[in-house]
């Protein structure tokens, strides 16, 4: 199992930049494949990226692609989501999630989930 802390999200006009960061504990995340999620008001839990074990391979969702980037530092235990371009539906709690060696897009496929981070896009 491991512990998962998010970090980043706020407020921000349309249009503008947020950095989404969450750091783990419990397991040797340089085995742990991360992916991020995000739930708006009334809608579905949705995948956002997700990047493998190695750093080698990210995805992403469509309608995040060109303005969304994943990283992480296994120095660190940590893996972050650059967002730029951001508009008013990006609005949602981003959540990230750990699992074994390769991300995927299901997040059924992800036992460890953090608690969530808010990130509000005005218009």
């Known amino acids: 199992q491991v512990q998962l802390a998010e970090s980043g999200g706020g407020l921000v006009q349309a249009g503008g930049s947020l950095k989404l960061s969450c750091v783990a504990s419990g397991r040797t995340f340089s085995r742990t494949a991360m992916g991020w999620f995000r739930q708006g008001p009334g809608k579905k839990r949705e995948f956002v990226a997700g990047i493998s074990w190695s750093g080698r391979t990210t995805y992403f969702a469509d309608s995040m692609k060109g303005r969304f980037t994943i990283s992480r530092d296994n120095a660190k235990n940590m893996v972050s989501l650059q967002m730029t371009s951001l508009k008013p539906e990006d609005t949602a709690v981003y959540y990230c999630?750990?699992?074994?060696?390769?991300?995927?897009?299901?997040?059924?496929?992800?036992?460890?989930w953090g608690q969530g981070t808010q990130v509000t896009v005005s218009s």
């Open positions: 999630a750990a699992r074994n060696w390769e991300a995927t897009p299901g997040s059924d496929d992800y036992p460890d």
